[in-house]
Antibody, heavy 123, light 106 residues
Framework: QVQLVESGGGVVQPGKSLRLSCAAS????????MDWVRQAPGKGLEWVAG????????NYADSVKGRFTVSRDDSKNTLYLQMNSLRVEDTAVYYC????????????????WGQGTLVTVSS | DIQMTQSPSSLSASVGDRVTITCRAS??????LNWYQQKPGKAPNLLIY???RLQTGVPSRFSGGGSGTDFTLTIDSLQPEDFATYYC?????????FGPGTKVDF
C-alpha cells in the first residue's frame, strides 16, 4: 500500500534552515509528481511546492518562493523540502502528498498524504 | 494566482441532513476542482476530483458538480463520520490553491 512518511521537523530559530524528507513506498515513485502542503496551527491548508514526476519542473507558492526548494531523489524514493530563511509564519504541519495521476505534468489532485511533520519557527 | 473562496465558512447540521458547500474560483478553472475532507489531527482525504469524479472508496453520498468558476460539494444524508472540515483545491494551474475550508459540525 502507498505510504508517505515525513521527517525532519522540529523547532528552529527565525532565519535558520531546515530540510524535510518524505520517504515513499508502495508505488513507483519515479512515475508521480509530488507536492508539499502545509497547515498552520488552527488554520487551513496552503499548497507550498510541487515537483513533476520527472523532476523537470518545480513550482512554488509566492509565500515561499526564493526561500524553499523542492527536490527528489528517485534512487531513494524520497522527496525533500529545503527551507531557508525561515520565518515565524512558516510554523505549520508540513504534509507531503502524491499527485493522483501517473506521469502527469502540472498540478493535480492529491490522492495520498503523509501524516505530517511539525515545523515550529520561534526564537 | 487563482484565488479560491468557499461558503459557508461553517455550518451546523444533523445526521440525515443534505449539505451543500460552494466553492468559487477567481477565474475559470474548467473542471479542475478537487474536494478534500479533513478531521482534527489527521491528513486530508481526497473525496472528489475533476469536479465530479468520486475517489475510489469514498461513499456515494458524496457528490461534486460545477465547472468554470462555480462548484459544489453535496453530502446526501449526513453521517456521524462526516462531521469534519472540507476544502476545495484548484489544479488547473500552478501554483495550486486551496479554499479556506468549510467546517461541518453539529
Amino acid at each position: 500500500q502507498v505510504q508517505l512518511v515525513e521527517s525532519g521537523g522540529g523547532v528552529v530559530q527565525p532565519g535558520k534552515s531546515l530540510r524535510l524528507s518524505c520517504a515513499a513506498s508502495g508505488f513507483t515513485f519515479v512515475s508521480y509528481g509530488m507536492d508539499w502542503v502545509r497547515q498552520a496551527p488552527g488554520k487551513g491548508l496552503e499548497w507550498v511546492a510541487g515537483i513533476w514526476y520527472d523532476g523537470s519542473n518545480e513550482n512554488y507558492a509566492d509565500s515561499v518562493k526564493g526561500r524553499f526548494t523542492v527536490s527528489r531523489d528517485d534512487s531513494k524514493n524520497t522527496l525533500y523540502l529545503q527551507m531557508n530563511s525561515l520565518r515565524v509564519e512558516d510554523t505549520a504541519v508540513y504534509y507531503c502528498a502524491r499527485v493522483s495521476r501517473a506521469r502527469f505534468y502540472g498540478a493535480g489532485s492529491l490522492g495520498y498524504w503523509g501524516q505530517g511533520t511539525l515545523v515550529t519557527v520561534s526564537s | 494566482d487563482i484565488q479560491m473562496t468557499q461558503s459557508p465558512s461553517s455550518l451546523s447540521a444533523s445526521v440525515g441532513d443534505r449539505v451543500t458547500i460552494t466553492c468559487r474560483a477567481s477565474q475559470s478553472i474548467s473542471g479542475y476542482l478537487n474536494w478534500y475532507q479533513q478531521k482534527p489531527g489527521k491528513a486530508p482525504n481526497l473525496l472528489i476530483y475533476a469536479g465530479s469524479r468520486l475517489q475510489t472508496g469514498v461513499p456515494s453520498r458524496f457528490s461534486g458538480g460545477g465547472s468554470g468558476t462555480d462548484f459544489t460539494l453535496t453530502i446526501d444524508s449526513l453521517q456521524p463520520e462526516d462531521f469534519a472540515t472540507y476544502y476545495c483545491q484548484q489544479s488547473y494551474t500552478t501554483p495550486s490553491t486551496f479554499g479556506p475550508g468549510t467546517k461541518v459540525d453539529f
